[in-house]
């Protein structure tokens, strides 16, 4: 059984996409990341068997479930460091009877929904995939059995998480596999190539909506 599951915060103003809100103002930031998190419950409600979406804090359960229907199913996120929350993804994803799990953020929201489906496909002859992302991280990853040790003493939220869990891989003797590199939206020059890419893609109809909802958001923040 292949499970998708997805980390979300909640969409308050203050404490989510931060950097971003520096250049158009804190509520419009989390409105910004309000619509990411909606398109790609949209965008990824058909992969997998089955669909975690992991949210956070643990009293957003009701604002989550307006967003997610009945095509994902609600955990709250564990407790603990990033890297005890991803592990107790994987840990509990496994105990339900996955026999490959792929975890995503929400920060890509125009991730491409083939690498997914190629992540997943590759899961069956390497025992972690990683979906590199530009700042050093990654945006996807995926097992076919949980390890903890391997998000132990990892510096997230750094350049060199990706390369820390690569020396990780090969330290407990799992094989890597990767994924094509994307990106992630933190900042504002980030949402605009965002948006530019938004601006040729006409294929993706909830991509088209997603561009159509961020329009309206920059157009009631103040000029930069």
């Given at each position: 059984?292949?499970?998708?599951?997805?980390?979300?915060?909640?969409?308050?103003?203050?404490?989510?996409?931060?950097?971003?809100?520096?250049?158009?103002?804190?509520p419009a930031a989390a409105a910004v990341h309000h619509q990411f998190v909606r398109s790609a419950v949209k965008r990824f409600q058909s992969?997998?068997?089955?669909?975690?979406?992991?949210?956070?804090?643990?009293?957003?359960?009701?604002?989550?479930?307006?967003?997610?229907?009945?095509?994902?199913?609600?955990?709250?996120q564990s407790s603990g460091s990033l890297g005890d929350r991803i592990s107790h993804f994987f840990t509990t994803a496994m105990a339900g009877?996955?026999?490959?799990?792929?975890?995503?953020?929400?920060?890509?929201?125009?991730?491409?929904?083939?690498?997914?489906?190629?992540?997943?496909?590759q899961l069956e002859r390497c025992d972690v995939v990683l979906g590199p992302a530009e700042d050093g991280g990654y945006c996807a990853i995926?097992?076919?059995?949980?390890?903890?040790?391997?998000?132990?003493?990892?510096?997230?939220?750094?350049?060199?998480?990706?390369?820390?869990?690569?020396?990780?891989?090969?330290?407990?003797?799992?094989?890597?596999?990767?994924?094509?590199?994307?990106?992630?939206?933190?900042?504002?020059?980030?949402?605009?190539?965002?948006?530019?890419?938004?601006?040729?893609?006409?294929?993706?109809?909830?991509?088209?909506?997603?561009?159509?909802?961020?329009?309206?958001?920059?157009?009631?923040?103040?000029?930069?």
């Open positions: 059984m292949e499970v998708l599951g997805m980390f979300a915060k909640h969409w308050r103003a203050g404490e989510v996409k931060t950097r971003l809100g520096a250049a158009i103002g804190l992969l997998g068997d089955r669909r975690v979406l992991a949210y956070a804090p643990a009293d957003a359960e009701q604002s989550f479930a307006t967003v997610v229907g009945d095509a994902w199913q609600l955990q709250s009877g996955a026999t490959k799990a792929l975890l995503i953020g929400s920060d890509s929201p125009n991730l491409p929904t083939a690498y997914l489906q190629q992540a997943f496909s995926g097992m076919n059995s949980p390890c903890e040790q391997l998000f132990t003493d990892i510096s997230w939220s750094t350049s060199d998480v990706l390369t820390q869990t690569l020396a990780r891989c090969h330290a407990l003797g799992l094989r890597p596999l990767q994924t094509p590199t994307w990106y992630d939206v933190d900042t504002w020059d980030d949402l605009q190539r965002l948006q530019a890419d938004l601006s040729h893609d006409d294929a993706d109809l909830d991509l088209r909506q997603l561009r159509t909802e961020l329009s309206k958001i920059l157009a009631d923040c103040p000029p930069l």
